[in-house]
Structure formats: C-alpha cells, structure tokens
C-alpha cells in the first residue's frame, strides 16, 4: 500500500531526522522508532546549564556551544523565520537560543537547536529534540520522546509527547499532541486535539480503501500530512490519518481512518 508510505504524506528530503521514518511499510510504524532514534541522535547540549526540575532563575543564551548568563543583550524578533536577534558583547546574531527566565528544563537529555526560543513557563522533558529556530511558547508542555523540527511552533499551553513534528509545523494555541505525526507546513487551529488512546482497551486499527489494518498499537493519535489545516477546537480520534492538504473544518470530530490528499471535513 504505497498510499501509506512515509513518502506519500511528507516531503523527507529535507528533512533532518528523516531517517526515522526509514524502511516503514506504513507511515505511523515512525511511532515505534522514535525513542531508538533518540538514543541514537539525541547530541545533549544543555548540561552547563545546571537548573533541572525548576524554573530558570535568570534568562540563559546557548551560542556555539557556549551557556552564557550574561554578555548579552536579547534584541528579538520572529525566531521561526531566523530573525531573532541577540546581541553577544556587541555583535548581532540570529544563531543563539533564548532559554527565558521562568522556563524549565527536566533533565538533561534534551537538544537544542541555534536560535531556539523557550519562554517562561514552558517545561520541556527529555529526551527531546528541538530543531533551529523553533519557538516553545509559554506554558507549553514537552513531555519527552519528542523530534521537533526547524521553525515549529509549540504554543502556549499545547502539550505534546512521543511525537514528531516536521519542519515549519505549528501548534500555536491550546493543542494536545500525542503519538503523532505533524506534516511539514501543518498548521494545527486553537484547541486542536490528536487523541491518542481508545477508551476501550485494544490495539488501534487502520481503515483505508475496504481494509482494516491492525496497527499493533496502543496509543496512536493522528498522522497530518503536509500542509494539513486542522480548525478550532476540532478532534480527531484515535488511528486518524489525513493525507496532504487535507482540511479539518472547526468543532469537527474526525472519525478515524485514511482521507485521500486534499479532503475537505466537516462536523
């Protein structure tokens, strides 16, 4: 079922942790792989830090390879474009990381890409990637087992774990993102949900084109593949896998199983 290969929902070539999805025969076996990528790739980077499981006391910079407390003037911009500035004992840059006072840092399996922002109150588990110029928004929830690409956006109060999100995903606003797929581009409305558990207890199962595939797995959110819109406080269920450029009209329920690129659904 070529449909339901990695390739036919995302664009990987670019894509620096493309290699977790190698050799799946179906698109969300990428679910499975991801604490052995982790262990793998993770590459560390927050260790002199040294302030886990509590809020930053003062705002750190993380800049070639360096944790800086002070030296440095943070100027701003918009970080999931490459453009916010810090200025390091007087010379501009858009490659250093803003960990803001008030932002917490689990433990140190954790990777931080250059021009990362974490705002106050966000609190971020490893382990976990967080790509180059992504933006972890304030009371946002990363609950580790999560790759996180460049210029992503996981917004205030929006949790996510076990999960992968492919460059230029965005989760603004009071989203829940669990054992899921975000596609690169998507764009999750306020409120979105993945649910990723059956209330009954049993393996979640696939139906696409007449056939029900047993997915061997338990927890399973949703699969959105490039450039997915999802609107305002829509939910989709367990085992929902949405194909590119598929839209999600507001409040809608998305049953779960296969939609054909470009589907429109409505409550």
């Given at each position: 079922m070529d449909f339901l290969e990695p390739d036919a929902f995302f664009e990987l070539a670019s894509f620096e942790h493309r290699d977790v999805f190698a050799d799946c025969k179906y698109v969300w076996d990428a679910l499975g792989r991801i604490s052995g990528y982790l262990e793998q790739h993770l590459g560390a980077n927050v260790a002199d830090v040294k302030c886990f499981k509590r809020p930053l006391p003062a705002t750190v910079v993380l800049w070639q390879g360096k944790t800086l407390t002070g030296g440095f003037e943070i100027i701003g911009g918009d970080a999931t474009k490459g453009g916010f500035i810090?200025?390091?004992e007087g010379r501009e840059t858009t490659e250093a990381s803003v960990l803001w006072e008030g932002s917490v840092?689990?433990?140190e399996s954790i990777s931080i890409g250059a021009g990362v922002i974490i705002e106050p109150g966000a609190l971020v588990k490893g382990p976990t990637i967080i790509g180059p110029n992504?933006?972890?928004?304030?009371?946002a929830y990363v609950r580790g087992r999560c790759i996180v690409g460049a210029g992503c956006i996981v917004g205030h109060t929006t949790e996510i774990k076990a999960s992968v999100m492919l460059d230029g995903a965005k989760a603004g606003h009071f989203a829940y993102i669990g054992d899921s797929v975000i596609g690169r581009e998507a764009n999750l409305g306020a409120g979105t949900k993945l649910a990723n558990l059956k209330i009954r207890d049993q393996n979640i199962r696939v139906m696409a084109h007449?056939?029900?595939?047993?997915?061997n797995l338990r927890k399973f959110g949703a699969i959105l593949g490039d450039h997915v819109e999802t609107g305002c406080n829509s939910v989709t269920n367990p085992g929902t896998v949405l194909g590119r450029g598929c839209q999600v009209f507001p409040l809608t329920s998305v049953r779960a199983g296969y939609y054909e690129p470009n589907s429109v659904i409505r409550g």
């Open positions: 810090v200025s390091i840092l689990w433990d992504t933006e972890v928004r304030q009371g007449g056939t029900r595939i047993l997915t």
